[in-house]
Structures are given as structure tokens and as C-alpha cells.
């Protein structure tokens, strides 16, 4: 019996302070606004009785995020922002997984160590970097008019460019790593046996190396996906105005307006766009670990 | 078998850690800038860092931020280390699905849904929001990253230790303490520092779960940037990624001269 001493600390931890608190958003987003004004929300009085209970409910909230076109389209700009960016890591990442998978096995360890070390640094940090290479006066726009490349400056800061290289090197790291542990397991041996057998290299890449790096793709893909979906500090310190998510409406939403029921509603649908990408996600790590 | 460079590797990862690093290097130029204004170079200096010193509330906040990161890695690492046991020795029990679920679900979660549902929590159980609440999301979603650092290390090793030391009279908890920690213990500290990192790192949660009196670094670091890019911020920036860069090398350091030690041992009792 002494095993649910061990099972019962981190389970009911995890209960407490993590299932229970989405009930709590759930009731919330079906609570009215005006009485959940800031600071305090009143608390749902269960003792009241289950009928009682569910006549308090109400969907008003959402009906309120359907009619306004700001909601929709912060969510189907962060679906889309979020995809297009995972692509662009994984365009960037797989070559750089594939380099280091391949190279000789006493610099493994280094590199990893390298792909790691920027994951360790501050996310702030690493975003805030970006806004001195890339605003007008920036770096980058320094560097390509002093060699005479381009005229004018370019104006990526506050535009969904900037939001895309935010992603890209933000979660690079969340990319290189799966794709890098299944890269690692090919041994480069069948890439030689497709060769010898008549195949150029890319048709022996498309075909032999690539479908067997699939376990790798989906994992890095849904690591940088998920979070990047209600992603707030990249939009907010280098998207500018311009560009919507719904991290950012979220966020807004709270501090600016102080509307608690809303901004729970805004989690919920959250919530609900990114249920399938997860379970996918905790499929494939089971699966990942019975294989083992 | 193939294991030299090709030249199409050595581009890729080239290319890939200058795109990696130069952001970082350049902030941390920068922070050496004798001129206030960030693109233009006048000449090195270490001034911003001496008026850091003078900067009150960036020192409490940094304070602060030290303090909620050792608690909430030290708590953390205990319950992420026994989550880790729960998944991989104790086998089948009720409800294990779905305490899977409650491990890994964090590792994905959007910060603004755990930092905006960890908060009604605390108002709804009427809970004085400040040090302890972020320190309590902190342990939250960084066990779950410590749970996955110690979980792998767990997995690979060889069971047959821990059953021999069991065979031979040690109750569970005995075997655990002097076979597996010992075993275990880089993965273990790995997963200290990483949740050490994380608390130190976030700005969301804390900015949802903190209240009055209670602002962390990032916090601070948020509301400055946003008023635009200075050599100060370059400043902290720099100490801060030295400070974790200091302490992973270290905790390589260690897990590298711990596993040659195993190694070495192992090639003994051959």
C-alpha cells in the first residue's frame, strides 16, 4: 500500500492545479460579465443544487465571440500563423537535424549540447534580440545598406514576417531534438543500399530516409505548433498592431478590459482548436515509449 | 559506414547555429555599448552594468525571481522525480491514463490557458495572490518538464539492480534511496536546473498568477522592452544567459564525468 504514497503526491498536485482550475475556466466562460467584474469573481455556489446550478449558465460569452469577427479571425489567423511557422522549422530544422545525425558520432554530443544551450536561454530574451536586428533602424537593415544590397529599408518589424522569423528561431530547438533522436536511429547504411541499387541520393532521401524520419516530423511539427497557436510574447513584442492571435486577444482581454468571462471563453475554444494536436501528441509519446 | 563531414552537413549546421547564436551574440555586444543609442557602436563600455547596480527595483525583482525559481525547482524536481516513478515502476494502477495525461499535457499547453485557469483557481479558493502563487504555477508546469528529464534516465537503465538489491532484503523505499537516486542523480539534477531555468524564464504565468509586491524579472524586462530596445536590458539579457550558461556547462560537467565514472567501474568489475 505504500505505492499510492508515491502516486498520490504528484497526482493530486497535478489534480489540483491543473485539471481543476480548466473546470473553473469552463464555469467562468459560462458565467455573465458584468458580475465577474474585477478584482474579485464571486464563487459558484454548488450547495445551491444541480438545477439551480445549470440555470445560472449561460452562453452569452460565446455567442459573443461568434458575432464578433475580431475573435474568429484571431483564431483562424493564429491557426494559420502557427502552421505556416511550424513548415518554415521544420524547412530550417531537418537539414540541421540530418547534419548533426550525420556527423561523426564524437561531435554528437557537443552539438546537441549547442541545439540546447539557446532552449536553456530566456524566451524574452531571445525574442527581445530580434526587435534590435530587425526594426527600421535595426541591425539587419544596417548591415544590407552598408554592402549596398538593398536601398531602402526593409520594413519586417511589426509585420507577420517578423512573427515567423519569431517562431522559426524560438522553437527551432523543439524541432531539432525529436527530429535529431530519429534521424540518428537510420542507420546510414539503407541510404547506401538504395544507392547501389541505382537510386540517386534525393529519390533515396524521399524514399527511404524521410518516411523514416515521419515519427520525428509529427513530434517536432506538434511541439512547435501547439504552443506557437496561443503564442503571446512573439506577436506581441514583434507583430505590432497588425497582426492578430488569439494569445494576444486572450491576454488583452484580461489585462486591458478586465473581462474575466470573456477571456475565459477566448481559453476555452483555444482549448478545444488544440485537444486534437495534443491527444495526437500524447498518442505518439506513448507509442515512442512502449517501443522502447 | 559513413561518419566524416559532408560538405552538405557541415553547411547546414554551420548555418544553422550562426542563425541560433548571432541574435544572441549581437544583444550581448551591445550590452558593452558605450552609446545609448543601440545601432550605433561608441566604442566599449561596461557603464550599463554599473547602473544596473543602482537600479533598485531591477535587484528586488531579480531577487525575487532567484527566490521563486530555487523553491519551485526544488519542489518540482521531487514531485516531477516520483511522477517519474509512478510512470515507469509502479505498472498498472486506476487512473493512470489520465495522470499520463495530467504529466504531459503541460509540456504543450499554451501559457496564457494554464496562467489564466492557474489564477481563477487562486481567487476562486480565495488564496492572497503574490510569491506563493507563482511559486505554486512554477512547481505546476515545471515538474512536468522534470518528470520527461528523470522518466528517460529511468527507462534506460537496468532494472535487474534495483530487483538484485530487492532480492537481497532492501525494502522498495532502501532500494530506491541507495540504488537508484545514486544511478539516477544526473538526470535528477538535470532536471533541477531545467526547471531552475524555467521559472526563471517565464513571464506569462507569473505575469497572470503574481499580485501586489510581487514582480519578477521577466515581468520587469516585459514592461521595458515594450518602451523599446536599451543597453540596460542588454545588460540583464547578458547576465542572465551567462548565469544559465554557466550553470548547464556545469551540469554537463558533472553528468559527463559521472557517466565516464560509471563507464569506468563498469570496465573494472569486468
Known sequence: MRRWYVIAAPYIWLLLFFLVPFFIVFKLSLSDTARAMPPYVPVYDMTLGLANFFSQLDFENYSFLLSDPLYINAYISSLKIAAVATLFTLFVGYPIAYGMARAPREWRPTLMMLVILPFWTSFLIRVYAWIGILKKEGLLNLFLMNYGIITEPLNIMNTTTAVYIGIVYSYLPFMILPLYSSLEKISPALNEAAEDLGSPPWRAFWQVTFPLSMPGVIAGCLLVFIPATGEFVIPDLLGGSETLMIGKTLWSEFFNNSDWPVSSAVAVVLLLALVVPIVVFQRAQQREREAV | ?270
Open chain 2, 1 to 270: 559506414m559513413q561518419t566524416r563531414f559532408s560538405w552538405f552537413n557541415v553547411t547546414s549546421i554551420v548555418l544553422g547555429f550562426a542563425f541560433l547564436y548571432i541574435p544572441i551574440l549581437l544583444l550581448i555586444i551591445y550590452s558593452f555599448n558605450e552609446s545609448r543609442l543601440v545601432t550605433v557602436w561608441g566604442g566599449w563600455s561596461t557603464k550599463w552594468y554599473g547602473s544596473l547596480l543602482n537600479n533598485e527595483q531591477l535587484l528586488t525583482a531579480g531577487w525575487v525571481t532567484l527566490r521563486v525559481a530555487f523553491i519551485s525547482a526544488t519542489f518540482a524536481t521531487i514531485l516531477g522525480t516520483l511522477a517519474a516513478i509512478v510512470l515507469t515502476r509502479l505498472g498498472a494502477f486506476r487512473g493512470r491514463t489520465l495522470f499520463s495525461g495530467l504529466v504531459f499535457a503541460p509540456l504543450v499547453m499554451p501559457e496564457v490557458i494554464t496562467g489564466l485557469s492557474l489564477l481563477l483557481l487562486f481567487v476562486a479558493i480565495g488564496m492572497d495572490r503574490g510569491f506563493w502563487t507563482i511559486t505554486i504555477a512554477h512547481i505546476t508546469f515545471s515538474m512536468c518538464f522534470a518528470a520527461v528529464v528523470v522518466q528517460s534516465r529511468l527507462l534506460d537503465f537496468d532494472k535487474s539492480v534495483e530487483e538484485a538489491a530487492m532480492d537481497l532484503g532492501a525494502t522498495p523505499v532502501n532500494s530506491f534511496f541507495q540504488v537508484t537516486l545514486p544511478i539516477i542523480a544526473p538526470a535528477v539534477i538535470s532536471a533541477w536546473l531545467l526547471a531552475f531555468t524555467l521559472s526563471l524564464d517565464d513571464l506569462v504565468i507569473a505575469s497572470f498568477t503574481t499580485g501586489p509586491g510581487a514582480t519578477t524579472l521577466p515581468m520587469k524586462i516585459y514592461s521595458q522592452v515594450r518602451l523599446g530596445v536599451t543597453p540596460e536590458i542588454n545588460a540583464v539579457s547578458t547576465i542572465m544567459i551567462a548565469f544559465v550558461t554557466l550553470g548547464v556547462l556545469a551540469a554537463s560537467y558533472v553528468t559527463k564525468r559521472s557517466t565516464m565514472k560509471a563507464a569506468a567501474d563498469a570496465q573494472k568489475a569486468q
